[in-house]
């Protein structure tokens, strides 16, 4: 007996090596090859955060409705770890839109690029630690085989990799959503220890300090209470109600006590700081704008009309932006959810299947009922949901043919499989390096612009390899922090809103004062105010075009190659 425990605990230690070993490198690797549109205020808030907290000016913590404060926590413990003396320097708050940080940074020799590797190696840190956690708490409600590769498929899967890598909310939503539901599974199917319930309900607050659009984890688990009412045992049905609202009570106490604990404005204007997330989050899901645009709440003028249209974008981008093995494992969790082989489903695997399944479906229709939001990454949770479930089927899969060929049931060979499933997995990621999340599933897409700044850094490292770079002045469109981070150079952003007032006269201007221009073409072309400066320039090559799989992302000009008719056709 005591040497069939050890055996099975080296098994455990082997598999946990074997995942740690899948899911660290692709996520540390090259951490910090691109910066995204996005994150340059992530950055800015960030330190902001780290200011206000240093300064005790905790009303000052509230940067966006999102509210995203585990990223501006990220932000700060990269800045403790980079330039903690930072607070002590005085300059107060940056502007989110301004590349006056920047500016800053540099001028007391630290580089915003460093701020950011330090960041994201926090966030990746944390990603681990739940990917580990998650791990542990499927183990106990699925068979282990299916739990490891459930946590590796999720966590390579390319768009989830994408995302989780960048200085962005949506990963680490991802994660802690997923930690909160499977808590909650084995706190009601396996385990009723304290302590699970408190994991789930932690999670879920800090999912909430994320994004509040994880308000719709509370439908997932009150669902799972409801459902609890009717499961057959002695208890008289009003002891079930009391017992299912004393856990939803104790769930939410847990949450609440995370999301004050961690957010410092939550103890000195906790009114200020709800109204100013729930507030604009409704009134952008329901009115399309921030308050400080529509001024108020008008619930009259709320839309919640739900359709087919607006559901299958999400659904088709779910389908082009996952891999062959999503797909199939998906496929073979619908056959194992139906299977009547009790020795498989010993476990409650089909109640796990179904509320991942519903909390995927839970947040493509929110963000299908919203007004305003609409890019894919916002139905991320949906993604990694899904991927969990895809690795389900395929671990009860491989458990399934074992039980019909011996020879399968060798656990060298077991491992393997199980090896093979998750590598294919990342196999379909890696050639998408660094830019994961432009990930297109080859059978259904060619490859597409995805438009979120990729591209912007191998342009500032080919103008990095010139001379006298440092006297270089570049002036480029979408350039703060995608752009400006890797050139050590001056940046000159070219402002979108010149453009749009067809302000020629001032961009004519500004390219004459600098040496380069970088376009991004890649979503310039889609944009109605860029077609008047890309047409006086189509007889005009570039110096550079900078591509990525064959597609044309940026096109970079030399300002003294520009001929005299390109500026009289810009001011015509």
């Known amino acids: 007996m005591s040497k069939y425990m050890n055996k ?22 090259g951490i910090d090859k691109v910066v995204t549109i996005d994150e340059p205020w992530w950055v800015i808030s960030g330190s902001n955060y780290y200011y206000a907290l240093t300064h005790k000016d905790f ?66 840190a944390l990603l681990i630690a739940l990917a580990v956690l998650g791990y542990f708490l499927l183990q106990m409600l699925i068979d282990r085989k299916p739990a490891f590769l459930a946590i590796a498929l999720a966590m390579n899967a390319p768009f989830f990799l994408g995302h989780s890598r960048l200085l962005n909310h ?77 856990t939803f009570a104790g769930w939410l106490a847990a949450a609440a006590i995370v999301y004050v604990v961690l957010w410092p404005g939550m103890w000195v204007a906790p009114g200020e700081m709800l109204y100013g997330v729930f507030g604009n989050a409704f009134s952008y899901a329901f009115q399309g704008a921030r308050l400080d ?67 995927a479906a839970l947040f493509i229709l929110l963000f299908a009922v919203a007004q305003g939001r609409n890019g894919l990454h916002y139905i991320l949770s949906s993604f990694v949901a899904l991927d969990v479930v895809a690795g389900i089927g395929w671990g009860y899969f491989l458990v399934w043919t074992q039980k019909r060929w011996i020879v399968l049931g060798r656990i060298y060979i077991n491992l393997i499989l199980i090896f093979i499933v998750a590598a294919l997995q990342l196999a379909s990621s890696l050639p998408y390096y660094p830019y994961y999340f432009t990930y297109k599933n080859f059978l259904l897409s060619k490859p597409t612009v995805y438009g979120y700044g990729e591209g912007m850094a191998e342009a500032a490292d080919y103008l990095a390899q010139k001379p006298n770079v440092q006297e270089i002045r570049a002036y480029v469109y979408n350039g703060m922090g995608t752009f400006s981070y890797f050139f050590p150079g001056e940046t000159l952003v070219f402002k979108r809103i010149h453009l749009i007032d067809k302000n020629f006269a001032e961009i004519t201007s500004e390219m004459q004062s600098s040496d380069y221009l970088v376009l991004y073409t890649a979503v310039q072309k889609n944009l109605p105010e860029s077609v008047d400066l890309l047409h006086a320039f189509q007889n005009l090559s570039p110096e550079k075009i900078i591509y990525i799989s064959g597609l044309e992302y940026v096109r970079i000009y030399k300002i003294s190659d520009i001929p005299e008719s390109v500026y009289a056709e810009l001011n015509k």
Do not use: C
Request: charged share 15%.
């Open 59 to 124: 009303a000052n913590t509230l940067y966006d409705y999102h509210p995203a404060v585990t990223t501006t926590w990220m932000v700060t413990a990269g800045m403790l770890l980079y330039f903690p003396e930072y607070r002590a320097l005085g300059e107060g708050y940056f502007d989110v839109r301004k590349p006056k940080f920047e500016d800053f940074m540099r001028s007391h020799g630290k580089k915003v690029i460093d701020l950011v590797r330090y960041s994201r190696w926090f966030q990746t």
């Open 8 to 29: 099975n605990k080296l098994n455990d230690l082997i598999m946990f090596l074997i995942l740690l070993a899948l899911i660290v490198p692709s996520h540390a690797i």
């Open 170 to 246: 949506e990963g680490m939503l991802a994660m802690f959503v997923l930690v909160s539901l499977l808590g909650m599974q084995v706190y009601l199917n396996k385990e009723r220890k304290l302590i699970y319930l408190l994991i789930s309900g932690a999670a879920f607050g800090l999912a909430q300090l994320t994004k509040s659009s994880s308000i719709v984890v509370i439908g997932a688990v009150g669902l799972m209470l409801f459902i609890g009412l009717f499961k057959q045992d002695e208890r008289p049905l009003t002891l079930k109600i009391w017992v299912a609202l004393k």
């Open 293 to 359: 645009v529509t001024r108020e709440l008008k619930p009259s003028s709320f839309n919640l009309v739900l359709s087919l249209s607006s559901v299958i974008p999400y659904l088709r981008g779910w389908r082009v932006s996952s891999t062959l093995i999503s797909w199939l494992g998906l496929l073979l969790a619908l056959f194992i959810a139906f299977s009547k082989d009790r020795d498989i489903l010993s476990a409650p695997v089909r109640s796990t299947i179904a509320y991942l399944v519903l909390i």
